[in-house]
């Protein structure tokens, strides 16, 4: 099997770690591998598969003789994909700099890989709450139109980075010891007010549009359009911070243009790649974030009518949004290119 050079941008973080773990696991062909960071993790030895690495400070030039770029996020990705790809490798870019540009690809493999024959040199990698709705969306929609969604999110801390991750173990604990409680990262660590998250919720992630919805609320609608190739779907949501480490919940509404039975969407779902059918209500058994953090599948549940219109659907989804939210997504559509010889 042909082997490729590989680059990670941003290494040192989450998704960068997350990259390493299933490069090993699903034993990716790399030959040489090049782990890059900022200036301010540039030095640092990465042990990985009984070799040490030294992650390097992201230069423009940093990307001659690579294949296949994959970026962990951050807005680093407008300066160096489009760098990536002038010295001829394909950039895999998990940030949400390019997601809208009509000449990117939004990708997620198992519902439009057709999308990756339209690229030129930089694909995008979906929001990871849009992402776990579209693996559930896909095979439903396979049955029968969709006339609209309605989404609410209860989404991990770890979407906020290690520093929220942190702040919740520490607010936590301040509780159970009776100790004042610092808030000082969510709904953003750039935000002029911040609010506990330990035994709260908070209905704000990113930053308030001039129409009332956050930012990430917007992705969730405009990249569903844009995956989904129907610009015009009905598409509406919540996102909700949650004091969960790890994998976001989310709760679906869909009305369809015709009746879709509980019976053909659980069977539909359950074949559907990448999705995994978790529903059985006489047993208790419904997807939560204390089982799918780790686990690749997106697990759909909860499965009813919706009797308050005609032809509708209730839905529970729950999906690693650092796995199949982020890195395994970026790693499976560097996968469905080599295996469809789309990478020299």
């Not at 930053?207 to 844009?226: A, Q, V």
Request: with cysteine; proline share 5%; charged share 25%.
């Amino acid at each position: 099997m042909k082997k490729y050079n590989v680059a990670i941008m941003g290494a040192t973080g989450a998704v960068g770690q997350e990259f390493l773990n299933l490069i090993e696991e699903r034993k990716f062909p790399f030959a040489e591998l090049r782990l890059l960071a900022s200036s301010r993790s540039a030095g640092k030895k990465i042990a990985f598969m009984g070799k040490e690495y030294t992650v390097e400070e992201t230069r423009e030039d940093s990307f001659e003789g690579i294949d296949i770029a994959l970026f962990a996020g951050g807005g680093a990705s407008k300066t160096f994909a489009p760098a990536a790809v002038k010295a001829g490798a394909v950039a895999i870019d998990n940030s949400s700099t390019f997601r809208m540009d009509k000449d990117v690809p939004l990708v997620v493999p198992e519902v439009n890989p057709e999308a990756l024959k339209e690229h030129k040199g930089i694909i995008a990698n979906p929001n990871c709450s849009t992402i776990i709705m579209v693996m559930a969306l896909k095979p439903l929609r396979n049955l029968a139109l969709i006339k609209r969604v309605v989404v609410s999110t209860y989404q991990a801390v770890s979407g906020g980075g290690k520093e929220a991750m942190a702040e919740l173990e520490e607010q936590v604990e301040a509780i159970v010891a009776k100790k004042p409680v610092k808030a000082e990262i969510l709904p953003g660590a750039s935000l002029k007010k911040h609010y506990q998250i330990a035994f709260n919720l908070i209905p704000q992630i990113d930053i308030f549009k001039e129409n009332l919805y956050t930012k990430e609320e917007m992705k969730m609608i405009d990249e569903t359009r844009k995956i989904l190739s129907e610009p015009d779907l009905r598409v509406t949501a919540t996102t909700v911070r949650v004091p969960v480490y790890r994998s976001h919940a989310e709760s679906v509404n869909i009305e369809f243009a015709e009746a879709v039975s509980v019976e053909a969407a659980r069977k539909a779902i359950a074949a559907f790649p990448g999705a995994a059918l978790n529903d059985d209500p006489d047993e208790q058994a419904y997807p939560m974030p204390l089982f799918t953090s780790g686990k690749d599948d997106v697990e759909v549940g909860r499965i009813r009518l919706d009797e308050s219109v005609e032809h509708g659907l209730n839905l529970w989804v729950c999906g690693d949004q650092i796995r199949k939210g982020a890195a395994l997504n970026a790693l499976q559509i560097a996968e469905y290119m080599i295996e469809h010889e789309m990478i020299g």
